[in-house]
């Protein structure tokens, strides 16, 4: 598999139904890195784009909620640039609905 290289000041973990810790090669500072499953995950991701922390945001996850965040971020946070990061090969469908639902849409 081809290692992907991102630059970021931020990152959201977007992994769906479970909190997973994705391998990120040569962060070793963690406090950029957030998971969005509490009301203070949120609250700490939008102050930090607020305050202009953030100019670079790299959201781990492929999913009808990532894809929300991301909506909503470029609406609001038109100069942070959003990078969408997902490893799986199945298409977001597929890994959410199954393959016949897929097949049919």
Do not use: W
Request: glycine share 4%.
């Amino acid at each position: 598999m081809k290692e992907l290289t991102q630059d970021f000041d931020g990152v959201v973990l977007a992994s769906g139904a479970r909190r997973e810790a994705r391998k990120i090669n040569g962060d070793h500072n963690r406090d950029n890195v957030s998971f969005l499953e509490t009301r203070q995950e949120h609250k700490a991701l939008k102050e930090a784009l607020e305050n202009k922390k953030i100019k670079k945001l790299a959201v781990m996850g492929l999913n009808m909620e990532s894809l929300e965040l991301v909506s909503t971020i470029r609406r609001e946070y038109p100069k942070v640039h959003v990078t969408v990061v997902d490893d799986n090969i199945e298409s977001m469908l597929v890994c959410k609905y199954g393959q016949k639902v897929a097949d049919s849409l």
